[in-house]
């Protein structure tokens, strides 16, 4: 039977570039490939610098991931010479951390991914005065009144009467696959068009304590934040008054718009709760330690691995478990193409093969996209969201299990939900709704120690290179907004000697590897998964940005010789 080629290049409302190839028989995706266009180079460049300045690079990975990278960076080399951070600074990380969580995942919904179920243009026949009646009924957030809606309305009339959508370009609206009605779709633009502002608000938070936005700065040995309640130059007492309104300002609109939204919407498309699982497997790494993060005991969200969506264990993870192929990908092994290597021993070698732009099908090479395939003990593993609820879950979180429990309730769907499309844009919901309740534990806890006298926020145990064993190596483990990530890092005279991630993207985004097995991605899209017109690949849309894909942080803009890839000039 003839297949049809669909080819998505590149996929908007990500970071970085993505290409999506797949093959569409009888209205269901059979078959896909997953392609990242860009070739990343900070490990190269990391080579030969000092480690404690490691984290201001390896945080130029991304200009989205403003915060991961850095913290770790930090923990790697950290866990290489032994150095403990205070508890103050350990606390500061995890509310820049939290912030970027909550703050990336309402982007994430309203700005990357809700248009995929939302028709903008649809919203123009709706009724305000319905649409404020909705509204009011699943959350009491003050801007539902008919004149708001009502103006909102008028706003986007003004786009399509122009001719120009200007943000909302680019949709393929009136697909079939869209079924919120226009009351609805009026209520997600208008939140769409607020979360902007609220975004730009609570992020602040970045610059109090970091003392700017994108890429706060971060220390080796804790955090460059000085504390002193009388100061005016430091954390102060003013200052503090300010980061928990904050708080309290993103927990309210992630409680009163961002999850109210997420679930009217997913109840209209429930049967995206049976597509796009994908493999299965699931790994976390945790996240946000309590007290130190060798204390695996004081993660808030736990470490683990969930295999063949058996919620009834937890398996262990173990680094050591981790491995990355490059039978499908544009690089060089030492040891050969199919060779398998733990990042200690990690190879950063481009070697493009290829066809050469304008090229038609990248399905028909064996090496397709400057992605590795990251393996856990020769497993494919989901991580971001789904995979941080489903380990929580099933290691028993109380949180995590009473919010899945209200969640599943509220849709009228089993557990079985949770491994799919749906259920993985619902766990990236359930996660924030956590984390903007979590975070006035952790201010808490900030503010009870500074009022007991404690204000150190930095160690300068083991800061100087004479006290550095000759050769020493790190792990930095970190759950980022995307999923796991982990930096290790290999210290020889004071040093870099080697360096290497294994980001969130290339985990979710990788390749097949040499036995056949595709990644997340792939996997993702040949699991039950519709195409009703392969001219308008919405549903594959829907699944891709499922996982919020970041393929900057997988494969950066920089090539190998560290020369200038491209110049763009501001009219």
Request: aromatic share 10%.
């Amino acid at each position: 039977m003839a297949k049809t080629k669909v080819v998505i290049d590149p996929i908007t409302r990500i970071e970085g570039h993505l290409r999506i190839e797949a093959q569409a028989e009888n209205g269901k995706v059979a078959n896909a490939w997953a392609s990242a266009t860009q070739f990343r180079g900070i490990e190269i460049v990391l080579q030969g610098r000092d480690p404690r300045d490691a984290w201001a690079f390896a945080q130029r990975i991304c200009g989205v991931c403003t915060v991961v990278h850095a913290v770790a960076s930090c923990r790697a080399v950290e866990d290489a010479l032994d150095i403990r951070i205070p508890p103050n600074a350990n606390t500061i990380r995890n509310l820049v951390h939290g912030m970027q969580f909550v703050q990336d995942h309402v982007i994430h919904f309203y700005h990357l991914h809700a248009l995929d179920w939302v028709d903008v243009t649809s919203a123009l026949k709706a009724d305000p005065a319905q649409t404020a009646r909705i509204a009011a009924s699943i959350s009491p957030w003050p801007n539902n009144s008919p004149t708001y809606f009502r103006e909102v309305q008028n706003r986007v009339k003004t786009f399509v009467g122009s001719g120009q959508l200007g943000i909302f370009s680019n949709g393929y609206w009136g697909h079939p696959a869209y079924k919120l009605p226009p009351e609805v779709n009026l209520l997600a633009v208008a939140h769409y068009l607020e979360a902007l502002d609220w975004q730009r608000d609570v992020i602040r938070l970045h610059t109090i304590f970091g003392g700017k936005n994108p890429h706060p700065n971060f220390l080796v040995g804790g955090m460059a934040s000085a504390i002193n309640l009388e100061g005016t130059a430091t954390i102060n007492a003013a200052k503090l008054t300010e980061i928990k309104d904050m708080i309290a300002r993103a927990q309210r609109f992630v409680e009163q718009v961002y999850w109210p939204d997420l679930v009217a919407i997913a109840g209209y498309y429930k049967e995206w709760a049976s597509v796009g699982g994908g493999t299965g497997n699931y790994l976390a790494v945790g996240e946000f330690p309590e007290t130190d993060i060798r204390d695996l005991g004081s993660l808030y969200l736990p470490r683990g691995i969930v295999l063949d969506k058996d919620l009834s264990k937890v398996v262990p993870y173990d680094h050591h478990g981790v491995t990355e192929s490059i039978h499908s990908s544009w690089y060089d092994y030492d040891k050969g193409a199919d060779a398998t290597l733990h990042p200690w021993d990690g190879e950063t070698k481009p070697h493009y093969t290829g066809p050469q732009p304008p090229w038609q099908y990248l399905q028909d090479e064996t090496k397709y996209t400057w992605m590795k395939a990251p393996r856990y003990n020769g497993k494919s593993m989901e991580v971001g969201p789904l995979a941080r609820m489903l380990v929580a879950y099933a290691s028993g979180h109380q949180d995590v299990r009473a919010i899945v429990g209200d969640t599943l309730k509220a849709l009228n769907v089993g557990p079985a939900a949770l491994f799919s499309t749906l259920g993985r844009t619902a766990a990236r919901g359930m996660e924030t709704v956590l984390l903007a309740r979590r975070m006035s534990v952790w201010f808490d806890d900030l503010v009870a120690r500074i009022k007991a006298g404690d204000v150190s926020t930095f160690t300068k145990t083991k800061w100087e290179p004479s006290s550095w064993p000759k050769t020493s190596r790190g792990y930095g483990a970190l759950d980022a907004p995307r999923g796991a990530l982990g930096h290790w890092v290999e210290i020889n005279d004071g040093r870099i000697s080697r360096y290497q991630c294994v980001v969130p993207t290339t985990w979710n985004a990788s390749p097949r590897d040499a036995g056949g097995q595709p990644g997340p991605y792939e996997a993702a899209l040949t699991d039950n998964h519709p195409l009703a017109n392969p001219e308008q690949p919405l549903e594959i849309l829907r699944t891709v940005h499922s996982f919020d894909p970041c393929i900057a942080c997988g494969v950066h803009v920089l090539d190998a010789e560290g020369d200038m890839v491209t110049e763009v000039r501001v009219q």
